[in-house]
Nanobody, 123 residues
Framework: VQLQASGGGLVQAGGSLRLSCTAS????????MGWFRQAPGMERELAAA????????YYADSVKGRFNISRDNEKNTLYLLMNNLEPEDSAIYYC?????????????????WGQGTLVTVSS
């Protein structure tokens, strides 16, 4: 599977953005998916993850209650709806495919990565 992330941009604090990740190639619906983010000078971290079916989800404590991860397997697309954005959410956001179908929180188990989309939240 190949991944293409989009939807980043500049938004004021308190605003919203929806990121999309379009997959091409082998069976998107067969893999768990995740959204990672990396701020300047910081390590890449998992923001949210979702199982192949969409039934199971995971959120980092820092985004819980504000972000929502979802997927449409018929459209081969992963989404991340980000509400009530904070300056601390500014980062490059990457979508990634897990090597298995289940939800995963270990970054080392994500084997395919998109190119990233930049999110900047101004105060």
């Amino acid at each position: 599977v190949q991944l293409q992330a989009s939807g980043g941009g500049l938004v004021q604090a308190g605003g919203s953005l929806r990121l999309s990740c379009t997959a091409s190639g082998r069976m998107f619906g067969a893999y768990g998916m995740g959204w990672f983010r990396q701020a300047p000078g910081m390590e890449r971290e998992l923001a949210a993850a979702i199982s192949w079916s969409g039934i199971s989800t995971y959120y980092a404590d820092s985004v819980k209650g504000r972000f929502n991860i979802s997927r449409d397997n018929e459209k081969n697309t992963l989404y991340l709806l980000m509400n009530n954005l904070e300056p601390e959410d500014s980062a490059i956001y990457y979508c990634a495919a897990h090597k298995y179908a289940l939800l995963g929180i270990d970054m080392d188990e994500y084997t395919t990565w998109g190119q990233g989309t930049l999110v900047t939240v101004s105060s």
